[in-house]
């Protein structure tokens, strides 16, 4: 195996040698033979070759992902949230999610074409398809066949790199039999389309960069549009399609860098115009597709539906038949009504029962009246607005507007909202809330509160539904606010209502869920008993697609919630745990997403192993010695380190991510990963790579093609290689397919102590 590929020592800039070491690699400067030209009935065998084995590892690929599955005919895992939202476009009724769209769009489309009636609720894992006649097999064979496309698409990358056909396959079947991509590719789920389009994006570059003798030519534009576009579809897909822009760019970067060199002779004009063509091409084309997604996004659903929630009342407005339209009503002084927290939708409660005296830390309460949030229906949720100006018995001047001061009465205790300078049960450094009596005119400050209605316009009438708001402290300035914490016991477990000094907390809005009852007596529903119905209001495109993403960003990031089989990143190339997709106990059946286990240990040494030769080559060329030759270097510089960085950037910005993290999040940069493997093992078995990769241009000068072989030690290690990791997949394959399994098989598919799997038998010692 040649590890060091030694060719020169002596450049003209470096210093000179000691004796000794020169006579040492002497051995080194005797010139090489050219390399004999090569006839066309070689390339055709080569090529012949070539589309064998890409076709072999497509039918397998098929073959892996599509066995049985059928099984099981129930809901898997987060087919729950992807099963659903495909029904969603079917019945085109809103929906939110911390995705972008365009691969729960496909799931759609899929699910239409196969003849999804869209009536399947996903509610819970374990629901039976066959008994609701959902054409589940349809829907996950779509997500199938985008999981087999990937295996040729890597098969591609590597051929299109110059490697040859053996280390091609190989690196193709590092993702055929990875039992990971197999679990998360053949289910209802996002990740399939998502590793098929990053696969895309990295094809589709190397053959633009192929290109680069011919710039500017149609084939340069073609692919380059044609990477802009699947990195387009990478994003559409999850956020994560931003580290492929990530791992692209960087690429770009690299190649203006070499442009810019004056030593190629470039003018500055001619710099500037593969910039700005860059521009258009990976930028400006990329974003008019992504934004087009949610063109269609929007086009389709168009009803009310259940993610209405999580949207501005001028967003909910342009869906018809939402609540706001048919159900938001002026709010008017001496409303009672119900105020629910815009995020946690739990109602403002209050009850007849104080703060203790004292709290579990030693802080000193006031011992007020408490008020918490609760989730449900209570009369001890109902507080009626009082006005703190004159206002007159009837007309408008009753209706309660935007930057109004207001006090709150709580219906059941008489008693007025209020806060003050006295920290809050769990909050030390928020304020506490509760309530006092009116008679008390001494604290009247204290009870004031400005309602500040969100994007609304002074004079705006505040409304039930529609009418977000912020409720002000007139006197501290702090917003009233709660939060997932649960109060002790003395407070029945419910949920802590503080004072917010963050008045730009996006958590702080509120909204009155009903009024109960009309101040005067009469029945308030009658107040709007003539109104016309409200028409569908209009609102620009880009205003809804800007909304969308900041919510998108914000709820993502906010997913913090543990989860018994979330995972951290550095556990991920080692597969030290999966997570549990679906379990029958009648049968001894489980579905554990796990990683083919020695398929990701090569991986990972591998990785470890290029940084190793890159160090070591960088140190060894520092003292004036060239390890290895400069084709070789070349292709680890331009190529490997291409698919370095792009494991890089798809794997280390978890570690910045405080949201839940989980083992299938690894997949994109597992694929990097196993091209960077497949990269390494070349450099390790085969003396050279194919050349030229690129098409020559008018100016290129042509040399000798030399195409890498393979030779017996080669094959035999990669072989070897290959029997290892097709073993680990047929020994874990139970786990993926969900067969049934004795407790002692189990036991003996655990390969690692750190997994957690169902149904394992109990090990007895003899005494």
Known sequence: MSLARKRRSDRADSPSLPHALNRSISDDHKPRAPHPRLDESTLRSEHLTSWIACTAVTVLAFIARFWRIGHPDQVVFDEVHFGAFAGQYIRREYYFDVHPPFAKMLNGLAGWWVGFDGDFGFENIGDNYTVANVPYVGMRSFCAIMGSITVPIVYAIMRESGYPVGIAAFTAALILFDNGHITQTRLILLDAALVLFMALSLLCYIKFHQQRYREFSRQWWGWMLATGAALACTLGCKMVGLFTFASVGAAVLWDLWGILDIKKGHQMSYVWRHFW??????????????????????????????????????????????????????IRYYDTITIKHKDSKQFLHSHAENYPLRYDDGRISSQGQQVTCYPHEDSNNHW??????????????????????????????????????????????????TTVSPDDQDRHSETLFQVQVIDAHDGEPWRSLSGHFKLVHMATKVLLWTHPGVLPEWASG???????????????????????????????????????????????????????????????????????????????????????????????????????????????????????????????????????????????????????GTWLFHYLPFYLMTRQKFLHHYLPAHLASALVAGSVLNFILVETVNFPVSVAGPRTRLRPAVRAKMGKLAWGVTLGLLVIVVGCFLWLAPLTYGSTMTGEQVNRRKLLSSWTLHFEAKVTHDV
Request: a neutral charge; charged letters at 20%; glycine letters at 8%.
């Open 277 to 330: 063509f860059r521009v258009i091409g990976l930028v400006l084309w990329p974003f008019m597709i992504y934004l087009s997604f949610f063109w269609v996004h929007f086009k389709i659903l168009k009803y009310s539906g259940p993610g209405d929630s999580f949207m501005s009342p001028a967003f909910q407005e342009t869906l018809q038949g939402n609540e706001l339209l048919l159900n938001a009503q002026e």
């Open 384 to 433: 009626q607005v009082l006005p703190t100006k004159e206002i007159p018995d009837t007309g408008r001047g009753r209706v309660v507007r935007h930057n109004d001061v207001i006090q709150l009465k709580h219906i059941n205790t008489q008693t007025i909202l209020l806060t003050h300078d006295v920290a809050s049960p769990l909050m030390p450094t928020n304020q506490e809330f």
């Open 494 to 644: 419910q949920q802590e209502v503080n004072g917010n000094k963050n008045a730009g907390d996006r958590t702080t809005a509120w909204f009155v869920n009903d009024i109960v009852a009309d101040g005067t007596g009469n029945d308030f529903r009658n107040r709007t008993a003539h109104v016309e119905p409200k028409p569908i209001k209009k609102r620009s495109f880009i205003k809804k697609f800007v909304e969308l993403q900041i919510l998108m960003l914000q709820h993502n990031a906010g997913l913090t919630a543990s989860h018994p089989y979330a995972s951290q990143p550095i556990e991920w190339p080692f597969c030290l745990s999966g997570v549990s997709f679906w379990t029958d106990g009648a049968t001894n059946q489980q579905i554990y997403m796990i990683g083919n286990l020695l398929d990701w240990w090569v991986c990972a040494v591998a990785v470890s192993i290029f940084v190793g030769v890159i160090g070591a080559d960088m140190l060894a060329r520092r003292r004036g010695l060239d390890p290895i030759e400069d084709g070789i270097r070349n292709r680890l510089y331009r190529n490997t380190l291409f698919f370095l």
